[in-house]
C-alpha cells in the first residue's frame, strides 16, 4: 500500500479536483441552509464566510479569481454594511491563514469591506441581475487598486500608477470572474438571504433579483 495515494495529477486535473470540491462544498452548505429555522443571519453569515474561504483557498490556481468579491457584495446589498465588512474580514483572516498571512490581509479585508459598503449604499438599485454584474465588474477594479496601495510601503508614490497599469490583464480576469459568481450566486444568494433577514436590517428589506 506504500505509495498507493501518490497520484500525479497535473495543474488542469488538480484544478478540476478543486472546482469539484467547491461545488460539493456549495451544495452541502445549501442543504445545510434549508433546515436553519427562519431568523438565523449570523447563521447564515457563517456559512457564507466557510464557502468564501474554500472558494478563494480552492480557486487559487486561477489567477484573481474568487466568488469572495461578489459574495461581499451581495452580503452590502441584502444584510447592510456592518455585515459585509464583517464577513470580509472573517474570509480574509480565515483564508490567509491558509494561504499565506501579513500586511496585505488588513489591506484584502480593507478592500472587500469598501465593495460590500458600495453595495449597501446601492442597494435600492441593485436590484436586477444585470445592474450587479455590473456592479460586481466594476468592484473587481476597485478591489485590486486597494491591494495595490500596499506597495507603498516598499515604494514610493510615484510606482503607483506604473504598479497599477502593470495589474490591468489580473484586474481584467478579476472582473471576468466576477461575472461569472454574480451570474451564478444573485438570484440565490437574495432568496436564501431574504429567509433569514431580521427586522433590523440597515439594507432594504426584501430586495429581489431580477434578470
Request: charged share 10%; net charge neutral; aromatic share 8%.
Amino acid at each position: 500500500m506504500l505509495g498507493a495515494h501518490a497520484i500525479a495529477v497535473g495543474p488542469l486535473g488538480m484544478l478540476a479536483i478543486n472546482i469539484s470540491l467547491l461545488t460539493l462544498v456549495g451544495w452541502a452548505l445549501l442543504r445545510a441552509e434549508r433546515g436553519l429555522p427562519d431568523g438565523r443571519e449570523w447563521t447564515l453569515l457563517a456559512m457564507l464566510a466557510i464557502f468564501g474561504i474554500f472558494g478563494r483557498v480552492l480557486l487559487e490556481p486561477l489567477p484573481n479569481i474568487q466568488p469572495v468579491t461578489v459574495l461581499v457584495l451581495l452580503v452590502g446589498v441584502h444584510m447592510g454594511a456592518k455585515r459585509s465588512i464583517a464577513l470580509a474580514a472573517v474570509i480574509a483572516l480565515g483564508s490567509n491563514m491558509l494561504m499565506g498571512h501579513g500586511l496585505w490581509t488588513l489591506y484584502q479585508a480593507l478592500g472587500w469591506s469598501l465593495v460590500g459598503c458600495l453595495g449597501a449604499f446601492a442597494a435600492t438599485h441593485l436590484n436586477t441581475l444585470p445592474r450587479i454584474a455590473g456592479a460586481a465588474a466594476l468592484c473587481g477594479f476597485l478591489f485590486d487598486w486597494v491591494i495595490s496601495l500596499s506597495i507603498l510601503h516598499t515604494l514610493g508614490p510615484s510606482m503607483l500608477p506604473a504598479y497599477i497599469i502593470a495589474g490591468l490583464p489580473f484586474d481584467l480576469l478579476h472582473a471576468m470572474g466576477n461575472l461569472f459568481f454574480a451570474a451564478w450566486l444573485a438570484s440565490p444568494l437574495a432568496d436564501i438571504i431574504n429567509r433569514h433577514q431580521g427586522v433590523t436590517l440597515e439594507a432594504t428589506e426584501n430586495v429581489q433579483v431580477t434578470a
